[in-house]
């Protein structure tokens, strides 16, 4: 996705930011907190790499799919990632 260069700095934070929480969990685990807690931290992370995944799916979207002058074959393959990606993301 070489669209993805204009916001590297963003989603290269974006990821620091849901590594920090993945140690948060590991961290309450070895602690051995109380499982709420663990859990919010894991919905936590979840809710975060699924914002993360938005935000690359919507650009995808208006870089391979919706850009005016894309031919048809290449919107097919724009929409047929994106379609493989929904398949694996709800499994």
């Known amino acids: 996705m070489t669209h993805t260069h204009q ?4 989603l290269l934070a974006r990821v620091r930011r849901i ?6 969990v590991e961290r309450s ?5 109380p499982c709420a ?3 919010h931290l894991v919905a ?6 699924a914002g993360l995944m938005e935000e690359i799916l919507e650009e ?10 894309l031919t048809d074959a290449e919107r097919r393959a724009g929409a047929d990632e994106i379609a ?6 709800g499994r």
């Open 60 to 69: 995808h979207l208006i870089e391979h799919v919706a850009r005016p002058g």
């Open 84 to 89: 493989t990606l929904i398949k694996r993301y």
């Open 37 to 39: 807690e663990t859990l």
């Open 44 to 49: 936590a992370v979840r809710g975060a790499v």
């Open 19 to 24: 590594a920090g929480q993945v140690a948060a």
């Open 7 to 10: 916001d590297r700095d963003k």
């Open 29 to 33: 685990l070895e602690a051995e907190a």
